[in-house]
């Protein structure tokens, strides 16, 4: 049998020794375990401080701060330059800021603050903003806010467009109530004009109420569909072809091909309109019962018609006034 064992693969780290021969020693000891690996060493300079990653360790007490070149990689961009405002602004500082506070040791913490206002000045970073985020900064690392209270579960969010002088006072009203506020924008000339989103053919569409009309009679049919409505369509011509004209077909396919076999008429599927675009297939039932019942298509059948519960039929007029009839 195969045994196969896994080690996680160390890269670089950092240990302190007796003296100089101790880890000299031990360096031998693990490039002899293995003749795949081979590792190095770097000992102390004369001042003793030792570059690890991105920081910069003092041999005696151990303690930690920032090698100056390393410094200035800290900021992504001059002030000046194309990047987003709050990023080059705020975020650069912020970052410099908490860098330090949490690798720098207490003793080299003000002198690597004191770098850090002279590389933001080099990049053009006004001074004033440099103290005003650096003090925000350390406050908020030395005095942290107490965590936001979770909302009420049973609040309600209300969508509203934004107006300067009036959202305000509106979300102020709401947020007594356990009502949050949440702003969008408004409509104008350049919203209307600018939208580059093309449309699917209305054939294409999904989730719809349809009605298809008889070619020979007023007779028409109402029907739903979850499906993108031409393959609704197309099941339906294929129910009216010759090989479909069954009694038991007929009575489990379409009523459409019911009515063009029992009377001889062509259904004028070119004809077909959409009623009604939803945005879920749930709305589908309560709809088509609306379509139905407003319109009184002659060839749906009462049996295969969805059923709603009697608490609906208020909102019913209501539903079919939205009806906008949209060609196929």
Request: with cysteine; hydrophobic share 35%.
């Amino acid at each position: 049998s195969l045994f196969i064992q896994a080690f996680n693969f160390v890269d670089d780290g950092i240990s302190r020794y007796r003296d100089r021969q101790h880890a000299e020693s031990f360096l031998l000891h693990l490039n002899s375990v293995s003749d795949d690996l081979a590792y190095t060493a770097e000992h102390p300079a004369s001042d003793g401080t030792l570059p690890f990653l991105d920081i910069l360790c003092a041999r005696r007490s151990f303690d930690l701060s920032l090698p100056q070149a390393q410094a200035h990689r800290l900021l992504h961009a001059l002030f000046h330059s194309r990047t987003p405002i709050y990023q080059r602004r705020t975020h650069a500082i912020i970052d410099s800021t908490r860098r330090a506070y949490n690798i720098c040791s207490p003793q080299h913490l003000d002198h690597e603050l004191q770098h850090i206002r002279t590389v933001l000045l080099d990049n053009g970073y006004p001074l004033s903003r440099i103290e005003l985020i650096i003090h925000r900064t350390k406050q908020s690392i030395e005095n942290p806010s107490k965590p936001a209270k979770q909302p009420d579960k049973h609040s309600a969010k209300v969508f509203l467009p934004f107006y300067p002088h009036v959202s305000k006072q509106i979300g102020n009203i709401l947020q007594r109530h356990l009502v949050s506020l949440a702003s969008t924008s408004n409509k104008n000339l350049h919203n209307l004009l600018s939208s580059t989103k093309s449309h699917p053919p209305a054939s294409q569409t999904s989730n719809v109420i349809y009605q298809i009309p008889c070619k020979y009679c007023p007779a028409t049919y109402c029907g739903q569909t979850s499906r993108p409505l031409f393959k609704r369509i197309s099941e339906h011509e294929r129910y009216t072809r010759p090989t479909y004209n069954r009694a038991t077909d007929l009575q489990h396919s379409s009523a459409l091909a019911h009515h063009a076999h029992a009377s001889g008429h062509q259904i004028d599927f070119a004809s077909t309109v959409i009623l009604a675009k939803l945005q879920h297939s749930n709305q589908l039932d309560l709809v088509e019962h609306a379509a139905i019942i407003h319109l009184n298509p002659e060839l749906n059948r009462n049996h295969a018609a969805p059923s709603i519960n009697p608490q609906w039929h208020p909102v019913l007029p209501s539903t079919c006034k939205e009806f906008h009839p949209i060609s196929t």
